[in-house]
C-alpha cells in the first residue's frame, strides 16, 4: 500500500481547513494518510512574520474566511492563538506555553494510529479554530474525549515524554524540509502537493499512480 505523509500543524488554517478531507481520504482510496504534526513556520522561523509583506497577511484573512465558507466549516477568531505573538509587531514571544504542548500530544495520538491520530487532530483543530475558549474549563478535554483520549493522560505523557517527542517532531519536521516550508503539505513517492487547495491534484495523482478508489 501506497502512503501520503501528510505535515500538519495546529497553528496552520490549512492544515485545519484540510483536516476532515485528510482524514477521510483514506476511506475513499486504498493509500495510507499518515499524520506527522510539526510546529508552524512561526516557531521553526521566527523571522518570517517580520519579513513577509504587507499584503500577506490581509489577504490570508480574506483567503481563510471565504474557504470556510466554501467547505461549510467554521471559522472564528483564535482565542486564544495556540502560538503567543504580538500581532502589531508580528514578534514571536519566548514562551509559548500551547504549542509544543498540543504538538506532543499530537505526536502520541500518531502513535497509536492514523485514524485515532486525525481524530485527535481534527476535533482540536476544529475547537480552536471555530473560535472555541480552548484552554478555558473542560473544551480541549472535551475535544480529546471526542477523538476517544482522556487529556489528562496525554497531558502527563507529553511532559514525561518530552524529549522523545521533540526528537520525533524534528524527525517530521527534517523529513518535510527538502520538499516545502509549508503546512499542510502531503508527499506520494518523493513528490509534494502543497496547500488544501492541492488535495484534488493529489487524488488524481493517485489514480495516476494505480491507487484503487475503495
Known amino acids: 500500500m501506497k502512503t501520503v505523509d501528510v505535515f500538519w500543524s495546529f497553528r496552520s488554517p490549512y492544515s485545519y481547513l484540510a483536516t476532515k478531507r ?3 481520504m483514506s476511506n475513499v482510496w486504498d493509500v495510507r494518510v ?3 504534526p510539526v510546529y508552524p513556520i512561526a516557531i521553526r522561523t521566527p523571522e518570517f512574520f517580520s519579513e ?3 499584503q500577506w497577511v490581509p489577504y490570508l484573512m480574506r483567503d481563510i474566511v471565504r474557504l470556510s465558507q466554501y467547505l461549510g466549516l ?3 477568531a483564535l482565542n486564544p492563538d495556540p502560538v503567543v505573538m504580538n500581532m502589531m509587531t508580528r514578534e514571536i514571544s519566548p514562551d509559548q506555553p500551547h504549542i509544543g504542548r498540543l504538538t506532543r500530544m499530537g505526536i502520541l495520538a500518531c502513535e497509536v494510529g492514523d485514524a485515532e491520530g486525525w481524530a485527535f ?3 482540536v483543530s476544529s475547537l480552536i479554530w471555530s473560535g472555541g475558549a480552548w484552554t478555558e474549563g473542560t473544551a480541549l478535554a472535551e475535544a480529546a474525549a471526542r477523538a476517544g483520549f482522556d487529556l489528562a493522560d496525554l497531558d502527563s505523557r507529553q511532559e ?4 522523545r517527542l521533540e526528537a520525533l517532531i524534528a524527525e517530521n519536521q527534517a523529513a518535510q524540509d527538502p520538499h516545502h516550508w509549508g503546512v499542510p503539505l502531503m508527499v506520494l513517492e518523493g513528490e509534494a502537493f502543497f496547500g488544501q487547495d492541492r488535495l484534488d491534484v493529489l487524488e488524481w495523482r493517485l489514480e495516476q499512480s494505480g491507487v484503487q478508489r475503495l
Do not use: H, N, T, W
Open 34 to 36: 499518515g499524520p506527522r
Open 74 to 76: 467554521p471559522l472564528g
Open 160 to 163: 514525561a515524554e518530552k524529549d
Open 121 to 123: 487532530m481534527d476535533e
Open 22 to 24: 485528510l482524514r477521510s
Open 52 to 54: 513577509i509583506r504587507p
